[in-house]
């Protein structure tokens, strides 16, 4: 029977912490625990604070390329915001949009996503899935529009931490290249290999032609796609649009394919699978041994042919057995992203709970019941803010599925956590091996930086941990208590 050791899943972070600093979260967490059960007694909500930005909506630049740098996370206190003190060495690349502080008024994209796929030696394949707004706020969904008002352009250099430039073009947009897809817009385009470059950095900007607002998204190339995931990847049913993302709907009609339609077998194997919740930002205790995963079953598949996969699982798709890479994804219930069944409500609640609640919800013989009840209470039995706060939680619950889903569901990741509890950030910053999400709207906290490295993971390229500090506990616990009392409502 194939076994996957888990050291090969997830990279643990493998430093001890000292006594001091199990003391200080021993203690930490006995006073969030003592202090979120006597909330739930109190007669009235605290005032509430701004609400958290549903888009991130400032410059993204690059950190520096130091991996080995480990820096105590930047957490000012405060009424006036702070500028904010980011690296910047090398190239502005980023994953968020570079726009104004503009919200209203004007045309703008929100977010890309992107990915490539090798067509031969000489070029690649870019895909983005591109989300814009309207001066009214609307989303933008026809393709003629997106084409009316903005503009894009790209550059590559080899490196993040290098600015010399292998190429650089325009992307023509017509009807052939970009379309509508459910609540976005897709686009296509081919980039061609720079002269003996193996690799490169490509930064897309998107320009917005009236004002000049910009939208940048950065991409890694490889030339020499010796991966599986570099040539072949998720399309839909039709073969002719890619799906960026690592999860499919149990009983979907999907395909794995290139971009040439090649003909070939794979080879799949099903884990069974239920992965922790992220734990706490402030725990810095040692993680968990790490668990193995057993093969569940295996199956064949041919790219470029439609199959259906019946039963809910992690699986694992290889060109050969012997690969140390392949492409991974995550099958879930017809619902998915959405959470729908009280089983399943009660868990991503863990990051607003404490243990007694979670223990109490985990064994009510009527699970919703429970769940209600758990909502009530906290709100002091207003049904209407009970049922508003609910709503935004699992509003962006569904949203962090749906964005960091990788071998797990996207709401139990790192980055689902401080997602859920924070919402979008203000900036985010990149470069090849860290991202940092910076926070600068919130409530008397004028900046609080996340910074998130990238693990080796065999199923998925962007697996992220985050690096937990003890600091975060004056920024966290009252954003915690926040949603407890109902003072966060989107």
């Known amino acids: 029977m194939r076994i996957l050791s888990a050291l090969l899943v997830i990279c643990f972070l493998s430093a001890a912490c000292s006594s001091t ?4 979260q021993a203690r930490a967490n006995a006073a969030y625990d003592a202090r979120t059960e006597a909330q739930r007694n109190q007669a009235g909500p605290r005032p509430a604070g701004p609400r958290p930005e549903q888009a991130s909506q400032s410059t993204a630049s690059a950190p520096r390329d130091d991996s080995r740098r480990t820096e105590r996370p930047t957490v000012t206190l405060g009424q006036n915001p702070a500028p904010v003190k980011v690296m910047t060495d090398g190239p502005a690349l980023g994953t968020t949009p570079a726009v104004s502080g503009k919200s209203a ?3 703008m994209v929100t977010s890309i996503k992107g990915k490539f796929l090798a067509t031969d030696t000489t070029s690649v394949r870019v895909y983005m899935d591109i989300t814009a707004k309207s001066p009214t ?39 052939q290249n970009i379309n509508a897809q459910g609540d976005h817009l897709t686009l296509m385009f ?19 032609t009236t004002n000049g607002t910009k939208a940048r998204n950065d991409l890694s190339l490889r030339f020499k796609a010796t991966k599986l995931s570099d040539r072949f990847t998720l399309f839909d049913k039709d073969g002719k649009q890619p799906q960026l993302r690592n999860y499919v709907n149990v009983g ?13 077998p794979l080879y799949g194997f099903r884990y069974r699978h239920d992965f922790e919740a992220a734990s706490s930002p402030m725990n810095t205790s040692p ?13 064949t598949i041919a790219t470029n042919k439609p199959f259906i996969i019946s039963r809910e699982g992690l699986y694992y798709f290889l060109e050969d057995t012997t690969d140390a890479a392949g492409i991974g994804l995550v099958v879930t219930d017809k619902r998915f992203p959405k959470l729908t069944r009280p089983e399943k409500l009660i868990k991503p609640v863990l990051y607003m709970s404490t243990s007694s609640e979670i223990g109490e919800m985990n064994q009510a013989q009527d699970t919703k019941k429970a769940f209600d009840r758990y909502w009530l209470s906290l709100m002091s039995g207003n049904e209407e803010v009970a049922r508003k706060t609910l709503k935004a939680y699992f509003d962006r619950v569904e949203e962090a599925n749906r964005l960091f ?3 797990k569901e996207g709401w139990k990741t790192d980055k689902g956590m401080i997602y859920i509890v924070l919402g979008a950030p203000d900036r985010v910053q990149r470069n090849r091996e860290r991202e940092v999400w910076v926070y600068n709207r919130r409530a008397n906290v004028s900046e609080v930086n996340f910074t998130f490295t990238k693990k080796p993971n065999q199923f998925v390229e962007d697996h992220y941990e985050l690096v937990r500090f003890i600091e975060y506990q004056p920024v966290w616990y009252p954003i915690v208590e926040a949603w407890r009392t109902g003072t966060i409502r989107e």
């Open 105 to 107: 008024g004007e045309w």
């Open 190 to 208: 081919d980039v061609k290999r720079p002269k003996d470059a193996a690799n490169a950095v490509l930064l897309t900007e998107i320009t917005e």
């Open 287 to 299: 993680r968990p041994a790490a668990k193995s995963l057993t093969e569940d079953s295996t199956l």
């Open 405 to 407: 889903t990788s071998y």
């Open 252 to 264: 979907d009609t999907i395909i794995i394919r290139d971009v040439n339609g090649t003909s070939k």
């Open 137 to 175: 706020g609307e989303p933008v969904l026809n393709p003629t529009d997106f084409m009316a008002h903005f503009l894009i352009a790209y550059v590559m250099y080899p490196d993040y931490n290098n600015r010399e430039r292998l190429g650089y073009g325009t992307v023509p947009l017509t009807a």
């Open 21 to 24: 600093k199990k003391t200080q």
